[in-house]
């Protein structure tokens, strides 16, 4: 078999797959109740503070808020209004995939493997999804054509679909932050990813927006990035469940500092203390 036919039937599974979706996932009026479903880092088994695709979406577009005038100072043709339509929907392809949300650490684990196949069908997968929801999703939303503000999320193909990215990659790295500064050391892998694989890469990871990266700013800055595994060594992480108290303690982390921000501003407090998974107990005989 030619390795065209392999990719025929690659998207032929696919396709199925894709079209025995329920009518409730298809639902625009049930969308943000099915990205709600969706577990933000479901790969990890315990994430203390885990949120959902619902959270991730909203805090995606507030985080693109506070980037944006630095944007348009720099590409004035920025286009504000679709930018936030992607940040709001850059997820909801997710509704419908086997996997659900689709972190960094699953495609990097893909690309190390040398699992390219995997890779060219979770991509394949996104953009059928994209397809299949924009039949049931309305056609025009604040008139801009759903499609192409999906397709814009998944392929990143212009400045506007970059900026949302960046943003993107800044929660889900203060995410597996948060994690660590409260002792779920695992977190230590997405972190130490993103490092290496975004931050130190920016103008690589974002070519058609690589002139922001020149701004002096905790947003773009990648020296404010802080490697976690220096901060245990000097001694300067008591890792612990946060409390009202301990989430006012400041760190030298500039870009946690500010995603904290953002997220008590539109969230509250309890998004950052209200701890909702724990290990498992160990016994005597675990011991």
């Not at 604040?142 to 949302?164: M, N, S, T, W």
């Amino acid at each position: 078999m030619t390795e065209l036919s392999l990719y025929s039937n690659l998207i032929s599974e696919t396709f199925k797959k894709i079209n025995m979706v329920t009518k409730d996932l298809l639902s625009w009026r049930k969308r943000e109740e099915n990205l709600e479903k969706i577990k933000r880092y479901h790969k990890f088994k315990v994430m203390f503070y885990r949120t959902n695709n619902k959270i991730h979406s909203k805090r995606v577009l507030a985080l693109l808020e506070e980037i944006i005038p630095f944007i348009v100072k720099i590409y004035p043709n920025f286009n504000i209004e679709l930018a936030r339509l992607i940040a709001i929907h850059h997820d909801n392809h997710e509704i419908i995939m086997k996997g659900g949300d689709i972190s960094l650490q699953l495609k990097l684990n893909m690309k190390y493997n040398g699992d390219n196949e995997g890779l060219r069908q979770l991509h394949q997968e996104e953009i059928l999804a994209v397809e299949k929801l924009s039949e049931s999703y309305p056609q025009k939303i604040k008139g801009y054509d759903y499609k192409r503000i999906a397709l814009h999320a998944v392929f990143k193909d212009c400045i506007e679909a970059q900026a949302v990215s960046f943003a993107d990659k800044i929660d889900g790295y203060c995410e597996a932050v948060h994690e660590v500064l409260a002792g779920n050391n695992i977190f230590l892998e997405p972190v130490i990813n993103y490092l290496s694989n975004t931050f130190d890469v920016l103008v690589k990871s974002f070519p058609l927006i690589e002139e922001v990266f020149d701004f002096k700013n905790v947003w773009f800055d990648t020296k404010s990035v802080v490697d976690l595994r220096d901060f245990f060594e000097d001694g300067l992480l008591g890792s612990e469940p946060f409390t009202k108290e301990t989430i006012e303690r400041r760190t030298v982390i500039p870009q946690y500092e500010m995603w904290k921000i953002v997220t008590l501003r539109n969230f509250g407090v309890g998004e950052l203390i209200q701890q909702k998974e724990f290990r498992p107990i160990k016994t005597n005989n675990q011991t």
